[in-house]
T-cell receptor, first 111, second 115 residues
Framework: GQSLEQPSEVTAVEGAIVQINCTYQTSGFYGLSWYQQHDGGAPTFLSYNALDGLEETGRFSSFLSRSDSYGYLLLQELQMKDSASYFCAVRVETGANNLFFGTGTRLTVIP | EAEVAQSPRYKITEKSQAVAFWCDPISGHATLYWYRQILGQGPELLVQFQDESVVDDSQLPKDRFSAERLKGVDSTLKIQPAELGDSAMYLC?????????????FGQGTRLTVV
């Protein structure tokens, strides 16, 4: 099976930088994705890492270390609208190209 | 802009009744997922289709849940009979087939309340 761990809650100040960590245990690991979900909304894709290293997309960056089974999402220049839940999700190569989600991190941005 | 369509948005049903949810994925997306999300938790994969074929239903409670995608396009998820513990958000997502770095696009979900 799959196991993903994320902090349940994070609070940060507007304009600051915040890092949300994700550790995983799975067989057939292929890559790590990050999704954002606002209250009452659908999850939306943020980033995907299949190789070790940092991927940058605007204010958001995502990092993966396959050897450590670890990744993180970095949010810079935080804005109030970034308050949401953030999920890491693993792509596993089980023949079905599954996508399994963690329990999510609730980010609250305060003024 | 293409999007995943789901209906209904909200459904209230009595325990032991049957309920069905519908999903229309983005055109051309061969992979379709049904997830269940309990408030405060991450989406839990119930079933995954590749075209009209089920490729993973290992987490689907098959005694009461069923899913089909007859023509490889839209899909229906059914619960019969519904139980109180089925109250959750049911999310449908779709993605292009063939690549592991393909983004999954989610619909707005169906919020089910079983009373």
């Amino acid at each position: 099976g799959q196991s993903l761990e994320q902090p349940s809650e994070v609070t940060a100040v507007e304009g600051a930088i915040v890092q949300i960590n994700c550790t995983y245990q799975t067989s057939g690991f292929y890559g790590l994705s990050w999704y954002q979900q606002h209250d009452g909304g659908a999850p939306t894709f943020l980033s995907y890492n299949a190789l070790d290293g940092l991927e940058e997309t605007g204010r958001f960056s995502s990092f993966l270390s396959r050897s450590d089974s670890y990744g993180y999402l970095l949010l810079q220049e935080l804005q109030m609208k970034d308050s949401a839940s953030y999920f890491c999700a693993v792509r596993v190569e089980t023949g079905a190209n599954n996508l399994f989600f963690g329990t999510g991190t609730r980010l609250t941005v305060i003024p | 802009e293409a999007e995943v369509a789901q209906s209904p948005r909200y459904k209230i049903t009595e325990k032991s009744q049957a309920v069905a949810f519908w999903c229309d994925p983005i055109s051309g997306h061969a992979t379709l997922y049904w997830y269940r999300q309990i408030l405060g938790q991450g989406p839990e994969l119930l079933v995954q289709f590749q075209d009209e074929s089920v490729v993973d239903d290992s987490q689907l409670p098959k005694d009461r849940f069923s899913a089909e995608r007859l023509k490889g396009v839209d899909s229906t998820l059914k619960i019969q009979p519904a139980e109180l513990g089925d109250s959750a958000m049911y999310l449908c997502a779709s993605s292009l087939a063939g690549g592991f770095n393909t983004e999954a696009f989610f619909g707005q979900g169906t919020r089910l309340t079983v009373v």
